[in-house]
């Protein structure tokens, strides 16, 4: 059975960084992308980008160049997403999705909540 | 980037009607590489259609999704209290992948 399991709340002050992880289970790591997506409270989704786990290549939405970094360790079979330069309209549920070519994202986290506050 | 538009806004409607959700895209969808999730609050999103029209691992069958090009719609047979939810439409043909903006279903 497939499960995306990530780590817990984080409150952080403005301008520090915050560090998702997000551990896979059920299915063989390398062979699936992950993607982040993010939902602000009361708002929709936002795509942030991808990892491909088994190159390590990555692909960002252009807002998120520069700012988001998306890494893997394959031995955990766990994906991160690390966030810099936090202001209070990065408070949000940040999910990580497995990613199937044909599926789309088919299997979700339970979802991370960040909260930048000073 | 393809804009997904979502309609309506906001469907009220009473256990057992038809609901028909509506998802536009600015551009043609590559493959009909277009999803419909449900989330409901403090949850993730569910998938429930991929491919415009496969449903996904233990989805009931009164959903079901139709459409091709740049006009998608998703349609609950009969709503079950369950069903009560948020409903985004979400393309993954061509990067960024992007969403709808969501349509609420509530009860009447």
């Known amino acids: 059975q497939v499960h995306l399991v990530q780590s817990g709340a984080e409150v952080k002050k403005p301008g520090a960084s915050v560090k998702v992880s997000c551990k896979a289970s059920?299915?063989?790591?390398?062979?699936?992308?992950i993607h982040w997506v993010r939902q602000a409270p009361g708002q929709g989704l936002e795509w942030m980008g991808w990892?491909?786990?088994?190159?390590?290549?990555?692909n960002y939405a252009q807002k998120f160049q520069g700012w988001v970094t998306v890494t893997r360790d394959t031995s955990i079979s766990t994906a991160y997403m690390d966030l810099s330069r936090l202001t209070s309209d990065d408070t949000a549920v940040y999910y990580c999705?497995?990613?199937?070519?044909?599926?789309?994202?088919?299997?979700w986290g339970q979802g991370t909540l960040v909260t930048v506050s000073s | 980037e393809i804009v997904l538009t979502q309609s309506p806004g906001t469907l009220s409607l009473s256990p057992g009607e038809r609901a028909t959700l509506s998802c536009r895209t600015s551009q043609s969808v590559s493959s009909s590489y277009l999803a419909w999730f449900q989330q409901k609050p403090g949850q993730a999103p569910r998938l429930l259609i991929y491919g415009a029209s496969s449903r996904a691992t233990g989805i009931p069958d009164r959903f079901s999704g139709s459409g091709s090009g740049t006009d998608f719609t998703l349609t609950i047979s009969r709503l079950e209290p369950e069903d009560f939810a948020v409903y985004y439409c979400?393309?993954?043909?061509?990067?960024?992948?992007?969403f709808g903006q969501g349509t609420k279903v509530e009860i009447k």
């Open positions: 999705a497995r990613g199937d070519v044909g599926m789309g994202t088919d299997y």
């Open positions: 990892i491909n786990p088994n190159s390590g290549g990555t």
């Open positions: 979400q393309q993954y043909g061509s990067s960024p992948l992007t």
């Open positions: 059920g299915y063989p790591f390398t062979a699936y992308y």
